[in-house]
């Protein structure tokens, strides 16, 4: 085939991913070989691929892909997160706009249609992974609610009960009024929101006073309405102003209930007036003060139900005025909090804040105004309710032990290093783990509840029967007999069923013997990170002992975002050592966040979010993957810069048009995989340059060092291939030895393979693309081999040719800043060619300067646009294009307008007489020159003056000092030019 003129990604990718996932090329059969194996991070059913997607698979892909080049048996698992929540809202939402609800039907019904949706509507990310190109086994894709991750979460649940490591607890929890369940701290965003902080009075009791005289204690909340819960008020053990009265009670106002004035080092002196009000069913540092002060989970008071509206509490202390109400202003009707602030002014019990007008004058106010930093849930989109809840819960310090001792080990590696201090200290003081969601969506807990509270964990209902019916025989029941009701079902006879209060008589009744006992499941799901956590063995088969656990487990390496270290990461490692014995994956890897351009956070509200579907339409996905990894830094951010995505487009042209080039010059596909014999210096040299990259690639890849690697690669490519060695090989390609010529096409198609293939990982489209249209193939380049150069490098080849390029580069730069014009054609002078001893006395002739100058004279003819080089301390004078001698006496150049090399150890001269004006040119350099002084010396001044430095902005100083080192830099090539012309 024959390359078109321009390249064109979308004509390319959609094709060769289709032919790759059809002909089964992402998991060859390689039962032989080594295996190497990567888990995808689940995304959820919902997602729609963003930049981060794009970053964390281009990353695995890579080395996937790398790996796969190999020869090893790759496997990169792919599949799907159900995403409990995303999913049951996105098929709510459909319902209400049919003008249905969840409630109208059984969970059974609801649970069938989000399976509906799920195959008409869910994995769209999925299409949009195979267009960023994505080499991951499909034929296999799993879903975490399939039929084997939902065998090896049931098996996880009733094993972690049954040691002891899941248990049901009442306690504080992330709960979510709109959608009326708990969620992880990963579904809370904190945002900062104007509020208030209101001070009042709490009356002492029993006539007690503080050494002041004053009859009451002051606190301050930026949550009023919570005081219709309040247990305690605790002050700092060593704060004087409140010694004598700890272990006293304040009567709170409104409820009137009597709490306990306790000591507490939370409570801080130099805050406000030193004493907090305790709730500790609604606030999480209250709830540990709570346990401290010897009150019970079970005996906290709640005052909000799950909607947030005021409920009564245990203590029946509530006025009935606040019962119903929101816990704040809701839809512009005022809720609990205006009607405490309110309640408590009236009875005098309310602080004001008081604050100047800009005449002096004192005005009072209810309140403070603050910026409160507000948790809201990322879906519901209300303010997040620490509730006081019976959940079920996973022992995670137990489980982390083993976690934190294998990555002390060495038989976790995380990379880069950095992130070990932060994942010991998370994992030491790791807290139980909330695994119950209050969702129909999701893997339902296996535990049914008896009449009696016996609570009974089976991987199924008929377990779940058999545990009760011998736990109901111990308690005297002759032969039980055990029915299953939902919870909407519990009034059925006058039997109190499983655990939700006492059973009525209704129209249609059931009859219920004595020995009949009653039972209902959990109405709860497990959180969707329960399943995932399971990822890097349950996607193998486990809890069967299959033929791919036992060779991809454990695996290879982990790609994450070091944002869910804690959420995925820490539970897999937890998990997998727990079930497996073994760790999960032996190295992980945590890359940074992709953010806006300035550095600032991406996010809709600011309307700085990238679409990466609209970058591959503009640029393809080659450049965009290329992008990701030039951009890899360990330990850092990515800036996302579109100008830089564009740059790699413009450098898959590059190669683009260096095949075309190839192909116009008989440059075909290589036959060999070592490197071909070559005899001449420029093509010795390159195929050390090949060795030389492949051995810094493979470095790179192996230390994850993403963006050395695709600097190495783009280096190569670009400067050494396509921008040196193609120039430097044009007049042998078009010269007369036809030994040469063949010798440097074999050697040109073999470097432009091992391109190919060492790009292939970073760039798949365009390399497989170019990989067939060199030359006929045995095989795709996705399952072709990584190169084995099998040659030395050639110090002597690298040394020459470096210098012949280090020489053009100082060539091209000096006539650039002399102007003169690019297709001048010039004569070079060579001074000292001849060797000296310490006291100046020839002992030689410059041989290798004079053969180097031959065996470089094409080359230099036609790239650096020299004719004829003439030695002055011998004479000797030839025609760089043919190597043959001039006639001295014919040739005589004026030399007495020329500017100066020096490379090395030796001076050239290079007559410019006819070419420029030398000394038109001196004027304008030195006039350029005294602009470019001038400029920087009032930058200079800019930044040496501290009101500039310390008021401006700090942009704008970064760009002063960036245009004064700009400045001097110019001034320092001006001065060198007009060195030059002496």
Known sequence: MTLDKNFDPAAIEARWYQHWESKGLFRP???????????????????????????????????????????????????????????????????????????????????????????????????????????????????????????AVLKVFVDLYNDGLIYRDKRLVNWDPALKTAISDLEVETVDTKGSFWHFKYPLADGVTLDDGRDYIEVATTRPETMLADMAVAVHPSDDRY?????????????????????????????????????????????????????????????????????????????????????????????????????????????????????GEEIEHDAEPRTIATPFGDRGGVVIEPWLTDQWYVDAETLAQPAIEAVKSGAIEIVPKSWEKTYFNWMENIQPWCVSRQLW????????????????????????????????????????????????????????????????????????????????????????????????????????????????????????GFDILFFWDARMAMQGIQFMKEVPWKRLYLHGLVRAEDGSKMSKSKGNVVDPLGLIDQYGADALRFFMAAMESQGRDIKMDDKRVEGYRNFATKLWNASRFCEANGIGASQTLAAPEAALPVNRWIISEVVETQQALDKALTDLRFDAAANTIYHFTWDRFCDWYLELIKPVLQGEDSSAADETRMVAGWVLDQIIVMLHPFMPFITEELWHAMGDRDYDLIVAKWPVPNAAIDAAAKAEVD????FIQELRSSRSELNVSPGARTD??????QKFDGDNVVVGQRTDLVERFRTFGPMLNK??????????MTGTAFNLATGENVDRTKYDPDYSANFQLIIDDTSYYVPLDGVIDVEAEKGRLNKALEAARKEAKSLSGRLGNPNFVEKAKPEAVEKARADLADKEAEAGRLQAAIDRLG
């Open 29 to 151: 059969e390689r039962d032989d070989c080594e295996p190497f194996t990567i888990v995808n991070p689940p995304p959820n059913v919902t997602g729609s691929l963003h930049i981060g997607h794009a970053l964390d698979n281009t990353l695995q892909d890579i080395v996937i892909r790398h790996e796969r080049l190999k020869g090893k048996d790759a496997l990169w698992v792919v599949g799907m997160d159900h995403a409990g929540i995303a999913t049951q809202m996105v098929v709510e939402r459909q319902m209400n706009e049919r003008q249905q609800k969840r409630t109208d039907f059984t969970r059974e019904e609801f649970v069938e249609k989000v399976w509906e949706w799920k195959e008409e509507s869910g994995g769209t990310i999925t299409g949009q992974l195979r267009r960023l190109g994505c080499s991951m086994d499909w034929s296999n894709e799993r879903f975490t609610m399939d039929d084997g991750m939902n065998e």
């Open 243 to 359: 010694k004598s009265v700890i272990g006293k009670a304040v009567v709170l106002p409104i409820t009137g209930r009597r709490v306990p004035i306790v000591a507490d080092e939370h409570a801080d002196p130099e805050l406000g007036s030193g004493a907090v009000k305790i709730t500790p069913g609604h606030d999480f540092n209250d709830f540990e003060v709570g346990k401290r002060a010897g009150f019970a989970a079970g005996d906290m008071l709640n005052m909000l139900d799950g909607e947030a509206n005021v409920c009564q509490t245990a203590d029946a202390l509530v006025p009935d005025e606040y019962i119903g109400l929101h816990r704040f202003k809701k839809d512009g009707v005022d809720g609990a909090r205006e009607l405490v602030v309110q309640q408590l002014k009236e009875q005098g019990l309310l602080i004001p804040h008081v604050s100047k007008n800009k005449d």
């Open 441 to 560: 969506w999701g893997h339902r807990i296996p535990a049914w509840f008896g009449p009696d509270d016996k609570i009974f964990v089976a991987e199924s209902e008929s377990e779940a029967e058999k545990l009760a019916i011998a736990h109901y025989k111990s308690t005297g029941l002759n032969d039980p007999k055990i029915k299953f009701r939902e919870l909407k079902q519990k009034f059925y006879g006058n039997q109190r069923i499983g655990g939700v209060g006492v059973a009525k008589d209704i129209e249609i009744s059931e009859p219920i013997d004595n020995n009949t006992v009653l039972m209902r499941r959990d109405e709860d799901v497990l959180d969707t990170w329960f399943s995932s956590a399971l990822w890097p063995f349950g996607t193998l088969g486990w809890p069967e002992q299959t033929k791919d656990l036992e060779r991809h487990y454990p695996n290879d390496l982990l790609i994450s």
């Open 803 to 806: 210098w012949l390029i280090k």
């Open 828 to 833: 070079l002078f060579v001074m000292n060619d």
């Open 863 to 872: 790239v650096g646009r020299m004719d004829v080089v003439q030695f002055s």
